[in-house]
């Protein structure tokens, strides 16, 4: 058997790549068939096409491949866009110090947070919720110390101070919880309430009764898919309830965290809802759709409470708010909400502080 080595080929004829007008064969197949696609773009079927031949019609502007002497159109699917959510997440608010303050951040690029502008009024421990154009925050607790009942709502492209939306139906505090399906907002729990009332984002005014939580409960978490919203933890509980955010009802119980947490903070994909941030390093998650006890998702590098998080639909990030037994911190870490593993440094917020809110929008 011979045996050619060619290190270098030139076309001497010019520059340029080397023409070989006869191709090259190596075993029988040749090269050019190996390395080349067909492809036209025309308004007539192609005539002598080889399988795999990609034709775009130009006339009825759709594309086809040639596979076994016939042509199948290739058709494709949008994906639909994270109704609750975006590419832009914003903190807000928070204690230790009081703060008025919102932040935000690129959520696909890791850095430090930057200056959005002002809540409406200074509080912590607030609920928030998106529908992808027009972020809320609600309730929470003053520089008083006071329950409040208020609702500001920015434009979330937009940076700049929020603006008075309405009112909750009753004033709560200590981390209210709210989510949304993209067109309604809900809140729930706060301290000793289980009650949930709604909001249709995209209108100002003020919020009407929605229904209980299965428990009055306060530092709760919550996050939704398109369907259901969940309540996650509060008061020393590991019970994850859910509603159907757009039917008016009661909530009714959807299983258990690993453990009682409270203070956490939860964000979603699409599909899937992950909890963590409640004083210990541990994150978990479940699906949303389908009822069922939380599963362990990874660890946090530190140990933080009274936190925030927001999404993208594809990275989850959090905000530590603290660190158990340390008190405020700025620390902001992410994760992949479908691959399960450990969150990974992402920069920080412009100001530490305890019990800020999180919520995300394009």
Partial sequence: MSKI???????????????????????????ASVNTQEHYAQSTKPSSPKDGAVWYDTDDDKAYVYINSEFYELTYTD?????????????????????????????????????????TVTR??????????????????????AATNVIDYITVANTGNATDFGNL????????????????????????????????IANTGNATDFGD?????????????????LWLGGAGSNVIDYVTIATTANAQDFGDLLSAQSGGAACSSRTRGVFGGAGSNVIQYVTIATPGN??????????????AACSNGSRGVFAYGGINGIGAQNPIEYITIDTPGNATDFGDLTLARLYPAGLSGT
Avoid: W
């Fill in 124 to 145: 912590a421990g607030h609920a928030s919720c998106s529908n992808g154009t027009r972020g809320l925050f609600a309730g929470g607790q003053n520089t008083s110390n």
């Fill in 169 to 200: 139906t009753v004033t709560r505090m200590y981390r209210v919880a709210g989510c949304s399906n993209g067109t309604r907002g809900v809140f729930g729990g706060g301290f000793q309430t289980n009650v949930i009332d709604y909001v249709t």
């Fill in 294 to 307: 939380a599963v362990d998702f990874g660890d946090f590098s530190d140990d933080p409470v009274y936190s």
């Fill in 213 to 229: 939580l299965t428990s009055a409960r306060y530092n709760v978490a919550s996050c939704a898919d398109e369907t259901y919203g």
């Fill in 5 to 31: 080595k060619v290190d270098t080929v030139t076309n001497v004829a010019g520059t340029g790549a080397p023409n070989i007008p006869d191709g090259i064969t190596i075993g029988g197949v040749a090269l």
């Fill in 79 to 119: 994906i639909p866009p994270f109704v609750n959510g975006g590419s832009r997440g914003v903190f807000s608010g928070g204690q230790f110090p009081n703060s008025n303050v919102m932040d935000y951040i690129t959520i696909a690029n890791t850095g430090n947070a930057t200056d959005f502008g002002d809540l």
